[in-house]
């Protein structure tokens, strides 16, 4: 597979065009960015353990019946990804209140909720993400009903098929976010669920293994994702 001309950059990632039209290139770096690209940082090998995390866990999402981007596993820091373009609302599901869910609601880290919630967010870093409803997601076509529909029947999907896999794993679910793109007319998950977009505690510590460690400092940063990589592995 030849790589062709950078199509686009992200924060995390970068997008390569490919010989086929409908494929291209997700590169993953070692960047890493929090609270708005406030913090910057690098993560030691993070593009190499979140690409190899994120390509295991499309492989078992596509074995469930979710379709995804995800084509095949290409090098270390390289998937290849079917070309989709992205719609532009992030969707965070939480099984428990961390990050900006404890500042929304006014609760303590770790409270528990009655049943997930499931939010959405303009993708829109020069707002900072902000967060809205289906409302607003109809009135500024940033998609459809039809297609919220099917991107909310994914997304509860996903968290039921992502909570068991990483509970098998000795790993809690807390919160994670998801991006979906339109290809062949058709809605598809794509961007990554790695340590960086998941927020991951060990059942019975609760240490945190993800990206809150850079964010909040807490240390041992690249053994956390390696330890996620290596369950993940199993
Ligand atoms: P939050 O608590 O900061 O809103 O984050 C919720 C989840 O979404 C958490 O698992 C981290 C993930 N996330 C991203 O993947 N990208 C982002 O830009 C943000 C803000 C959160």
Redesign the pocket.
């Known amino acids: 597979m030849d790589k062709g001309t950078k199509i686009y950059e992200g924060k995390a990632k970068i997008m390569y065009a490919t010989d086929q039209a409908d494929l291209v290139i997700q590169y993953f770096k070692d960047d890493a960015t929090a609270f ?1 690209a406030a913090k910057k940082g690098t993560i030691t090998r993070k593009g190499v353990m979140n690409n190899k995390i994120s390509s295991k866990i499309f492989e078992f999402l596509a074995f469930h019946g979710i379709p995804t981007h995800f084509e095949k596993y290409l090098s270390e820091r390289e998937m290849l990804v079917k070309k989709v373009a992205i719609v532009p609302v ?1 969707v ?1 599901v ?1 099984n428990r209140a ?4 404890c500042r929304l609601m006014g609760v303590k880290e770790g409270t528990t909720f009655a049943s997930p919630i499931l939010e959405f ?1 303009y993708k829109r870093d020069d707002l900072g ?1 902000p967060l809205i409803n289906e409302s607003h997601i109809l009135a500024f076509q940033l998609a459809t009903a039809a297609e919220i529909a099917t991107i909310k029947e994914y997304t509860l999907k996903i968290n039921d098929l992502l909570s068991k896999f990483f509970k098998n794993l000795a790993l809690e679910l ?4 998801l991006e979906f793109g339109r290809y062949k007319g058709a809605i598809i998950l794509a961007d990554e669920i790695s340590p ?4 991951l505690w060990e059942i019975g510590t609760g240490k945190k293994l ?2 809150d460690r850079f964010r909040h400092n807490l240390g041992d940063i690249e053994e956390a994702y390696q330890e996620v990589l290596n369950r993940v592995s199993k």
């Open positions: 708005n992030e965070v939480r961390a990050g900006s869910l967010c993400d807390i919160d994670f976010k960086d977009t998941c927020r993800d990206k």
